[in-house]
């Protein structure tokens, strides 16, 4: 287990604010031999690595629906999934299996709910599974209930109720849920994250600037969320909950841990 843990939300707003734990967390994340990441702001007329998906793994299901696919033109670069028009249509995007909790893997998506956030679901945050596999990591929210047998995820299914959500699952076995109290709103781009530390997790909420929204848990980290060594891939996933579409645009994805599990 690292001795260390890695800086857990590395935006500007984080490093203005001042202090010492602050500044020197952030630049040992910057460290290039010891942290390994992948950042990508889909900026250009390709993805990483070519052809759409490019590096990436995207599969659709369900009328209309379509893979991840480069928004042409848009400011700063972004990609949209897009559950097409069936209830149930959805849309995913997946790396590869090279993150875990026992190298304290972070991912971080700047996110925005296209056209509305009614009768939607929406996923991101680690999972067991590249896409093509789970139709979500999460099977029932209110449960929970899931698809994965080993994920992290911040989840919103307006099936279940319109809280964002920090959900875990060890093995099968599914840890205590974190309700965020912070309403989203149409239209309007959030950072989400989620931090693993072995087999605890945390997730974040932050605005569009990288201030800290919430915290969940408050305090402290969700316990026995994950098996620490088991390997996960960066996950984002939207479906439909009625024959209306819900596009996610992404327009940031950044992913880091910690390159040995004794760093």
Request: no cysteine; hydrophobic share 40%; glycine share 10%.
């Amino acid at each position: 287990m690292p001795a260390v843990r890695p800086v857990e939300v590395p935006s500007r707003k984080r490093l203005y604010r001042g202090g010492a734990d602050s500044a020197h967390e952030i630049l040992e994340f910057g460290v290039p031999l010891g942290i390994t990441e992948w950042d990508d702001d889909f900026q250009g007329d390709l993805f990483k690595g070519g052809a759409a998906p490019g590096a990436y793994q995207s599969t659709a299901s369900g009328a209309a629906s379509a893979v991840a696919a480069l928004d042409v033109g848009a400011v700063g670069g972004q990609i949209t999934l897009d559950p097409g028009t069936d209830d149930g249509g959805r849309s995913d995007l997946s790396l590869g299996l090279h993150y875990s909790g026992s190298r304290f893997g972070v991912a971080w998506f700047r996110i925005n709910m296209r056209d509305a956030i009614t009768s939607s679901k929406f996923e991101v945050g680690f999972t067991d599974v590249v896409s093509g596999t789970d139709a979500g990591a999460v099977n029932v929210k209110a449960t929970p209930s899931f698809n994965a047998d080993n994920a992290v995820v911040l989840v919103r299914d307006t099936n279940d109720d319109t809280n964002l959500t920090l959900v875990g699952v060890q093995a099968t076995v599914a840890a205590t849920a974190y309700d965020f109290s912070t309403a989203l709103v149409l239209d309007t781009i959030y950072w989400l994250g989620v931090a693993l530390r072995g087999t605890r997790a945390v997730g974040y909420l932050l605005n569009t600037d990288g201030d800290l929204l919430e915290r969940q848990p408050a305090s402290g980290y969700m316990e026995s969320a994950i098996t620490a060594a088991t390997l996960l891939t960066p996950w984002a996933f939207v479906q439909n909950r009625s024959g209306a579409q819900r596009r996610m645009n992404i327009d940031r994805v950044k992913v880091f841990q910690f390159a040995t599990a004794s760093s």
